[in-house]
Nanobody, 120 residues
Framework: QVQLVESGGGSVQPGGSLRLSCVAS????????FGWFREGEGNARTSDHG??YYADSVKGRFTASQDSAKNTADLEMNSLKTEDSGMYYC???????????????????WGQGTQVNVSS
C-alpha cells in the first residue's frame, strides 16, 4: 500500500500562484504515475491534466510534474482564477503514465486532499 500526502494549498487572490506537492511513502512501487484531481459537484473528481495534456481552462497556467526517483509530484498553478478553487487530491497508480487525459478510475491510491481558495 502507498500513502500520499499533499501540501501547498491555501488562500490566494486571483492572479496569484500556488504549488501543490505530493509525497508518496510505503510501497512506492504502486506509485508509478501521479495525477492531480479537483473535487467538484457530487464529489466527482476530475483532472485538468494528463500526459501531455492540459484542459483549455488551465493550459499555460498549470504544470504537472513528477519525480519518480523521489516519489514526489507537483502541480504548479499560476494566474489562478476563482474557478480554480476546490479540494485538490493527489493520486497514484502502479503502472506508468499513458498519453491522454487522466481519469479518477485509473488511480488506486489517494491522498487526503489540500484546499485551494482563490478569492479577492
Amino acid at each position: 500500500q502507498v500513502q500520499l500526502v499533499e501540501s501547498g494549498g491555501g488562500s490566494v487572490q486571483p492572479g496569484g500562484s500556488l504549488r501543490l506537492s505530493c509525497v508518496a511513502s510505503g510501497n512506492t512501487n504502486n506509485a508509478q504515475c501521479f495525477g492531480w484531481f479537483r473535487e467538484g459537484e457530487g464529489n466527482a473528481r476530475t483532472s485538468d491534466h494528463g500526459y501531455p495534456y492540459y484542459a483549455d481552462s488551465v493550459k499555460g497556467r498549470f504544470t504537472a510534474s513528477q519525480d519518480s526517483a523521489k516519489n514526489t509530484a507537483d502541480l504548479e498553478m499560476n494566474s489562478l482564477k476563482t474557478e480554480d478553487s476546490g479540494m485538490y487530491y493527489c493520486a497514484a497508480r502502479p503502472y506508468g503514465c499513458v498519453i491522454g487525459r487522466i481519469r479518477d478510475s485509473d488511480f488506486s491510491s489517494w491522498g487526503q486532499g489540500t484546499q485551494v481558495n482563490v478569492s479577492s
